[in-house]
């Protein structure tokens, strides 16, 4: 599992903008942890992270 805030770091991106492109991918508002499931489809719709 990946918390938000590896997520935010992995991206290089603050965590308004995290919450933003979370939120158009239909995650709800206050998820914390996301599951690799999640994570490979959010490495899929932004690019894995350099």
Sequence with gaps: MISK????????ISRPTLNKKLEKL????GKRLFM????QNIFQF???PE
């Design 26 to 29: 239909g995650f709800e508002k």
């Design 5 to 12: 805030k590896q997520l935010q770091n992995l991206y290089k």
């Design 36 to 39: 690799p499931l999640e994570i």
């Design 46 to 48: 932004w690019g894995k």
